[in-house]
């Protein structure tokens, strides 16, 4: 009969490092809402193409830091492919292809947490 308390202290341990990664990624979330909130249009329509592009980056900044608690694997592909496109300049001299050539990653990070159920609400919409 001890199987029931085994699963509350799962549910437990798994809430505090929800809090933890939470808290850990706070800036990088605020930054990302703000970002939201900035271009968000006055009928709740959704956002122009340019300022999804705008948050782009930053949307993928918050799932790399849940991704680096939670997915590590997705997450340093992600920071490969981040630091490859860097280094190569393309960062740069383009953001869009920037955003464009670690789509894949982003998409795996993003897929990672929802089958994990920890993919913050924010990143929902």
């Not at 199987?3 to 706070?26: I, Q, S």
């Not at 968000?40 to 799932?63: F, I, N, W, Y």
Request: glycine share 4%.
């Amino acid at each position: 009969g001890d199987r029931p308390t085994m699963f509350g202290w799962f549910v437990k341990v798994d809430e505090e490092k929800r809090l933890r990664v939470r808290k850990r990624c706070r800036l990088d979330m605020s930054a990302f809402v703000n970002c939201r909130r900035a271009y968000s249009t006055p009928s709740g329509a959704p956002p122009t193409e340019e300022a999804g592009k705008a948050c782009d980056t930053l949307r993928s900044q918050v799932l790399h830091c849940y991704s680096s608690q939670y997915c590590e694997e997705e997450s340093k592909a992600y920071e490969r492919c981040y630091h490859s496109a860097v280094s190569k300049g393309r960062y740069y001299d383009n953001m869009k292809t920037m955003e464009r050539s670690c789509c894949d990653q982003v998409r795996r990070m993003e897929r990672c947490l929802k089958r994990q159920r920890v993919l913050p609400e924010e990143l929902r919409k």
